[in-house]
């Protein structure tokens, strides 16, 4: 068997019963065999500030930017905050970004899931994050699209998919990622 491809999850939500990082967890257990997913922790990176970013900057700045450039792929589960991604994760990818010409995102594929406690399933920030994407050379998967709409009934109280509908959607749409990154490995 060839080696699983190493996919950073970026979790858009710092609290401690988010559903989004209910979400994460129970992907990894989903994942397809051609994917090993590992979370990435963004709540503890200071606002990002130019006149920091000298030698590495903050400790956490550096490790995140570690931790995310051997990634393969990146995916994203994220909440909607005012239509668009919650700051913290606005303020992971400002840092990633930077210094400028060394975006630890640039050309690694990726897949956003957006999720809402509502009917609209987080579709603004879905986009928001994806015309992000666009800017950092970031490829996004285009289909299946996954915007999760009444987040509060997705999981039980041990974690798992109440549906077993949802659960099959996210385990295709974790398939069709591995298809993505694939396709980029073989494009590179
Ligand atoms: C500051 C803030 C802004 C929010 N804005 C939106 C919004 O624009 N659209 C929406 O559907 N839900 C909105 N919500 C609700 C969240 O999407 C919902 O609480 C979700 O469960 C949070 O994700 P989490 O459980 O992973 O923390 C907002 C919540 C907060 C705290």
Do not use: C
């Not at 200071?46 to 990146?74: F, K």
């Not at 991604?85 to 897949?111: E, F, H, M, Q, T």
């Amino acid at each position: 068997m060839t080696t699983p491809y190493d996919v950073a999850v970026l979790v858009g939500s710092l609290r401690k019963g988010s559903i989004s990082r209910t979400l994460a967890n129970a992907l990894i257990g989903l994942a397809d065999p051609r994917l090993a997913l590992r979370l990435v922790e963004i709540g503890d990176l200071p606002l990002y500030d130019p006149d920091l970013d000298v030698e590495g900057g903050p400790a956490p700045w550096a490790r995140l930017r570690r931790e995310i450039a051997p990634a393969a792929g990146l995916l994203f589960v994220t909440p909607e905050y005012n239509r668009s991604v919650p700051a913290s994760l606005k303020n992971a990818i400002d840092v990633g970004s930077r210094p400028y010409g060394k975006a630890v995102w640039s050309g690694k594929p990726g897949a956003i899931i957006s999720l809402s406690q509502g009917l609209l399933g987080g579709f603004g920030a879905n986009h928001h994050l994806r015309q992000m994407l666009v800017f950092l050379d970031v490829p996004a998967m285009q289909q299946p699209e996954a915007y999760l709409s009444n987040a509060g009934q997705l999981f039980d109280a041990e974690g798992g998919f109440v549906s077993p509908g949802t659960r099959d959607f996210m385990a295709a749409y974790l398939a069709a990622f591995a298809s993505w990154i694939e396709r980029a490995a073989k494009r590179a």
